[in-house]
């Protein structure tokens, strides 16, 4: 399968974790999604560091990785739809990796079926909306059961699943709107008492920029979080903040709340 193999960027990160090493964690990207998002420019791409991996060569691939960090995400586009996602993530845990899934959470019987074989340890679901319209809208597809039905499926599974730290992420593109929206996150999520709640500020892009979508400014993004955290403690300890793009590769600069 064809992999883009890096240090790993958007590393798996919750609060427990403050203290672990994530620098020398490892993205091996798939290059395909069946989402086309408002805010993303994967699909105007084209990626030169792609390398065809048989399983061969990826477990000594891994082998060489493992050496370095013991972190894999395995991320996209959308990695459910790799046929051979399965057969990599055993060779990654086959070595002693923790396991780090990013996805769109539109394929919940994949996802089950992995969970239930012992392969994620930490699963990122990217939340598109916060409600069907707008999730059909942001993900450019007019497929409701794929972007909203199999999102939620998939969450109400890993819910009762202990062993996954499972992270729900939902970008902000409308500054105005920060608070309003910041409270339909945490309506939307009020049953499962366990997740952590990942909130990204918009990076610039060409295709955000054509969709009208805009990042915040930093000191109205930090002042609307901090609002919403005393206004809802129950979220206390659960919120992960990437404010910029220094975040993206750098643990010391995302905010825990």
Known sequence: MAYAITQNKFAPKCAEYKNTNTENSHSIAFDKCNFRCAFCGLTRKRR?????????????????????????????????????????????KKYGGKIYLDTNASNPEKIKALANDGLIDVIGISLKGLSADEAVKTAGIANKKLCWDNVFETIDFLAE????????????????????????????????????????????????????????KEDCYFAELKKFVSRHAEYRGRIILIPSMDAMTNYSAIEFY
């Open 48 to 92: 030169t560091n792609l390398k065809n991996y048989s399983a061969e060569e990826f477990e000594e691939k891994v082998k060489q990785l493992i050496k370095q960090g013991r972190s894999f995400k395995f991320t996209g586009g959308e990695p459910t739809l790799n046929p051979d996602l399965a057969r990599d993530l055993k060779i990654a």
């Open 161 to 216: 699943q202990p062993n996954i730290r499972t992270i729900i992420t939902y970008v902000l593109t409308k500054p105005e709107e920060t608070e309003q929206t910041l409270e339909k996150f945490a309506e939307l999520l009020k049953p499962y008492p366990h997740v952590y709640i990942k909130i990204n500020n918009l990076f610039p892009n060409d295709v955000a920029s054509e969709n009208g979508l805009s990042p915040l």
